[in-house]
Structures are given as structure tokens and as C-alpha cells.
T-cell receptor, first 113, second 113 residues
Framework: QQQVKQSPQSLIVQKGGIPIINCAYENTAFDYFPWYQQFPGKGPALLIAIRPDVSEKKEGRFTISFNKSAKQFSLHIMDSQPGDSATYFCAANSGGGADGLTFGKGTHLIIQP | KAGVTQTPRYLIKTRGQQVTLSCSPISGHRSVSWYQQTPGQGLQFLFEYFSETQRNKGNFPGRFSGRQFSNSRSEMNVSTLELGDSALYLC????????????FGPGTRLTVT
């Protein structure tokens, strides 16, 4: 059972545009929602994370929007650049963290110059 | 501060053999967790070690095992390798454990022939 559904699988955006990646979860015990960026040949790098007590969090050009009632969260990348081209993963974890991070399947993002 | 390091970076083994992968966490981090990344299954949690004790375990067969040393370095062992074990094995370190921020290493690419 996939507990975190991520969409779209792939996304192409022009430079300066705002790519939006969405994730939906089922487990209401989840209370920590990080996003990771992964370049080919590298491990995932933590971008930004949110907990359910806030609806939005910004760090630089990256923003997470969180909708607890809908059990959805999304990543927005402002003023996107070709260097942002990578695979992005959403993830979720519950307070005890007994199951480790549950990851979405990933979104392959391409920012065209 | 140095990041998470993993050795070796690439490994080719034959079916039936065993393999040991190594991970050195960020200085001061006591939690080390391991994940398997494959194109089909995505990122899946294997297990977590904290202060030399396995605290949490994912849904993988007993052929996958690990340990952690007093300096927080961790090793993962896979016995009786199968073709399906070919994957990128990622190590992540954290100060608090699975409920906190996890920082990934570059991974070890294991190919089983």
C-alpha cells in the first residue's frame, strides 16, 4: 500500500516559472513532511520540511503548502532555474518514526532555459 | 562540517555472495538509518541504529542486517545476494533519530550479476 502518493511523475517548466509538485498521504499519524532533492549519482538532499501545526513554510525559493484536512502537501519552486532540474521526493513520518521515512515515488523536474 | 560518507561507492557482486557496506555519519549524530532505492520500488526504509542498538526495522528479509559501532559508524550486510538486491543503498544520519531531520550520504551502487 503506497502511503504517500506523489504527482506528477515528470514536469517540464520554463525558466522563471513555478513548478508545483503535489503529495497526498493516508496515514493520519504522519506529523513530519520533508522534501528532498536528488541529482543523478547523488543522495537525496533535504530541502525543506513542515509539521502540521503550520499551513505554509518558505525557505529561499522553496515553499511548502500544507492542508491537514485534505491530507495533502505541495512544493512550489519560485523563479525556477535550470540548476533546479532534479528529482524531487516528498516524504512523511510519524512522531515515533518507527517505520522510517515513507517516500513518494518522485517527480523528475526539468527547467528549460 | 563533513557530510555523511559511504564506502564503497560502487560494488559488483555475484548472486549468492554476501556484501558489507559502510557509513560514517555526520559528526555528533548518533542515529544512522539505511534505505534501499530502486527504480521500481523507490526509496524504502531498511533499519535504524541509535547508540549501537537497532531501534527500528523495515519490511525486509533477514538477509539484510546491520550494526553500529561506538563511534556511530554503521555497516550494513546483505547475505546470499539475489539479482533483485541490485540497488542504490543510502545511509542517512540524524541527531534525534527517524522523527527528526535526516541527512543522506551519496549511496553505494550495488550490482548483483
Amino acid at each position: 500500500q503506497q502511503q504517500v502518493k506523489q504527482s506528477p511523475q515528470s514536469l517540464i517548466v520554463q525558466k522563471g516559472g513555478i513548478p508545483i509538485i503535489n503529495c497526498a498521504y493516508e496515514n493520519t499519524a504522519f506529523d513530519y513532511f520533508p522534501w528532498y532533492q536528488q541529482f543523478p549519482g547523488k543522495g537525496p538532499a533535504l530541502l525543506i520540511a513542515i509539521r502540521p501545526d503550520v499551513s505554509e513554510k518558505k525557505e529561499g525559493r522553496f515553499t511548502i503548502s500544507f492542508n491537514k484536512s485534505a491530507k495533502q502537501f505541495s512544493l512550489h519552486i519560485m523563479d525556477s532555474q535550470p540548476g533546479d532540474s532534479a528529482t524531487y521526493f516528498c516524504a512523511a513520518n510519524s512522531g515515533g518514526g518507527a517505520d522510517g521515512l515513507t517516500f513518494g515515488k518522485g517527480t523528475h523536474l526539468i527547467i528549460q532555459p | 562540517k563533513a557530510g555523511v560518507t559511504q564506502t564503497p561507492r560502487y560494488l559488483i557482486k555475484t548472486r549468492g555472495q554476501q556484501v558489507t557496506l559502510s557509513c560514517s555519519p555526520i559528526s555528533g549524530h548518533r542515529s544512522v538509518s539505511w534505505y534501499q532505492q530502486t527504480p521500481g520500488q523507490g526509496l524504502q526504509f531498511l533499519f535504524e541504529y541509535f547508540s549501537e542498538t537497532q531501534r527500528n526495522k523495515g519490511n525486509f528479509p533477514g538477509r539484510f542486517s546491520g550494526r553500529q559501532f561506538s563511534n556511530s559508524r554503521s555497516e550494513m550486510n546483505v547475505s546470499t545476494l539475489e539479482l533483485g538486491d541490485s540497488a542504490l543503498y543510502l545511509c542517512a544520519s540524524s541527531w534525534y533519530g527517524l522523527a527528526g531531520e535526516q541527512y543522506f550520504g551519496p549511496g553505494t551502487r550495488l550490482t548483483v550479476t
